[in-house]
């Protein structure tokens, strides 16, 4: 009966117990080196440069404007 009483204690104990477990196994587990590879680290990752002027707010407007002529009107459900 005193086990009874006591049941939320045990069941800490025992959880701290298996908490205490995994890390003791995961530190003394080995951990594998990562794999590195030659090609990988010879090669420089390509760059876009893009140099152009921004378009002013008229310009905007207009492109607008000419891309609702060409686009079809969509049906409203």
């Known amino acids: 009966m005193n086990v009874l009483k006591h049941f939320e204690v045990v069941f800490l104990a025992a959880f701290g117990i298996a908490c205490a477990a995994n890390v003791a196994y995961d530190a003394a587990a080995q951990k594998p080196e990562p794999v590195r590879t030659a090609a990988a680290s ?3 990752m390509p760059v876009v440069v893009i140099t152009a002027k921004r378009m002013t707010h008229a310009e905007k407007v207009a492109s607008l404007v000419e ?3 060409h686009t079809p009107a969509v049906a409203s459900l």
Do not use: G, I, R
Request: charged share 50%; proline share 0%; hydrophobic share 15%.
């Open 42 to 44: 010879a090669q420089k």
């Open 67 to 69: 891309e609702q002529k």
